[in-house]
């Protein structure tokens, strides 16, 4: 079973904030991976990591940033938060094989 | 263009029959597939995946199918439980090795009737 970490779970934040989704994993994993999805929609790649101090943009373009300072963390910011980043935030890490674990996920709603 | 196509956005069925659920896929070049489900409000749980030089692999209730030929694999879930009822995301991996991206569909919302 796989240890990976999302905070907060739900948030809800006006327009124009920084906000910070956190992501952690205690597997030792050195892939890590942002996903975004909406309703009824594929999970899309915003952001991901192979290892510290690695960071590369996924397929969807997003106005978020990430960092991977550590192996276990991998946090997700948005510096100015708008409507359109209303959405589910998912968190996966992989140990190098195929298989993905995800983190609960973080439902973003910015008004 | 979605490379990843889960073209029946629902699927209902009786509690002990079977599940079929289907995915099909535009890129040649994928070589590892993978199915994911998912409750409301969780994230997605691994269930099972199948290699390309497979056609079959099974896991208890689950088994997925591969046919390249016709870039179609299937789930099948027998016999198919209340506790199955989630959305079932199709996902499959590119040929460039272990650090190639994941490519989903968009889900299948399964419904299993008591």
């Known amino acids: 079973e796989a240890d990976i970490y999302q905070t907060p779970r739900y948030l809800v934040i006006g327009t124009g904030k920084k906000i910070t989704l956190e992501c952690s994993q205690t597997?030792?994993?050195?892939?890590m991976y942002w996903y975004q999805q909406d309703p009824g929609m594929e999970l899309h790649l915003i952001h991901y990591?192979?290892?510290?101090?690695?960071?590369e943009k996924g397929d969807l373009s997003s106005e978020s940033t990430v960092s991977r300072i550590r192996t276990e963390h991998f946090p997700l910011t948005l510096e100015s938060a708008r409507p359109s980043h209303t959405s589910q935030y998912l968190c996966?890490?992989?140990?190098?094989?195929?298989?993905?674990?995800f983190g609960a996920g973080t439902r973003l709603s910015v008004l | 263009d979605q490379q990843v196509k889960q073209n029946s956005p629902s699927l209902s069925v009786q509690e002990g029959r079977i599940s079929i659920l289907n995915c099909d896929y535009t890129?040649?070049?994928?070589?590892?597939f993978l199915w994911y489900k998912k409750y409301p409000a969780e994230g997605p749980t691994f269930l099972i995946s199948?290699?390309?030089?497979?056609d079959k692999n099974e896991d208890g209730r689950f088994t997925v199918f591969l046919n390249k030929s016709a870039k179609h694999l299937s789930l099948h879930i027998v016999p198919s439980q209340p506790g199955d009822s989630a959305v079932y995301f199709c996902?499959?991996?590119?040929?460039?090795?272990?650090?190639?991206?994941?490519?989903f569909g968009k889900g299948i919302t399964l419904s299993v009737r008591p």
């Open positions: 996966a890490s992989s140990a190098g094989g195929n298989i993905q674990y």
């Open positions: 597997m030792g994993h050195d892939k």
């Open positions: 990591s192979y290892g510290v101090n690695s960071t």
């Open positions: 890129n040649s070049m994928f070589d590892y």
């Open positions: 199948i290699s390309s030089i497979k």
């Open positions: 996902a499959a991996r590119g040929a460039a090795g272990a650090n190639s991206k994941l490519t």
